[in-house]
């Protein structure tokens, strides 16, 4: 039987007091991990319906045959997760900034540590992914320059909501370039976002992208006993004559 509540680790980081806790919800009959930054909610199991979609939505917008996926933000892990279930992933870079998380991953803290810390596809990069995306050496720190089919995208709660003011370059147009240049022609960038379709973060991406779609995930919410809904958008760059061959 599992304890009531239990703060499973806590520690002090530069973006504030992050928090590990398992508490055992009665009315769902389940136990539910929760990350904390100081009073905010970062990622709750509860919730991860759409984290799911963002893989899968991503991934199908990719026509490659073999993928090198990054994903941007640990979390929980079920972005990262639902990536590793598309036979074509042959490599996943999951870039996180806090330690701690990947740590919790590795010390089987968390439901899905085990599995993700077990498969030989899976590179947990500790490091911000925003001057990784910024750089030109980009997100594999044993593979300057490397590209990437396919970039997955849920650190910020949304582009115009972001967790810290150094993220928002990222969702200009300048920014959405800057990351294009680590994708291979043809690959993909997808984002997690709490809020609905947003027009100028579809026009900021189709300035860039061939491609673009914000596709609306609903999901049960317990708590409300309704709906609640969040957006991934997907954006395809244009492939070569070689890709379309
Ligand atoms: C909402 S959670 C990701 C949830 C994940 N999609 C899942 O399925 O569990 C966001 C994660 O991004 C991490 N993060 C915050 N700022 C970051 C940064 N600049 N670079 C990389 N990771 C960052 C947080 O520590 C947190 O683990």
Do not use: C
Not at 20 to 32: A, C, T
Not at 163 to 176: C, I, K, M, N, T
């Amino acid at each position: 039987m599992s304890l009531r509540f239990e703060e499973l680790d806590w520690r002090a980081t530069p973006l504030g007091l992050i928090s590990l806790r398992r508490r055992r919800d009665r009315s769902l009959d389940q136990d539910v991990y929760e990350i904390k930054l100081d009073e905010e909610f970062l990622m709750s199991s509860l919730f991860t319906v759409a984290e799911i979609e963002l893989a899968r939505l991503g991934l199908a917008a990719s026509s490659a045959a073999d993928l090198d996926v990054v994903v941007g933000g640990l979390g929980l892990g079920y972005t990262a997760h639902a990536a590793l279930e598309d036979p074509r992933v042959r490599s996943l870079h999951v870039v996180e900034s806090l330690g701690e998380v990947i740590e919790w991953h590795r010390r089987g803290l968390l439901p899905l540590g085990a599995e993700l810390t077990s498969d030989p596809r899976v590179r947990p990069v500790h490091g911000d992914f925003f001057a990784m995306a910024g750089s030109d050496a980009g997100f594999d720190p044993e593979v300057p320059q490397r590209r990437f089919h396919a970039v997955l995208l849920d650190i910020d709660h949304s582009p115009t909501h972001v967790l810290d003011p150094s993220h928002a370059w990222l969702y200009e147009v300048e920014g959405l370039r800057r990351l294009a240049g680590h994708l291979h022609p043809g690959g993909v960038f997808a984002l997690w976002s709490d809020d609905p379709p947003q027009e100028e973060v579809i026009a900021a991406l189709a300035e860039v992208f061939a491609v673009v779609r914000a596709h609306v995930v609903t999901f049960d919410n317990p708590y409300t006993r309704g709906t609640s809904s969040n957006t991934v958008y997907t954006a395809v760059l244009e492939s070569t004559e070689a890709d379309r061959a």
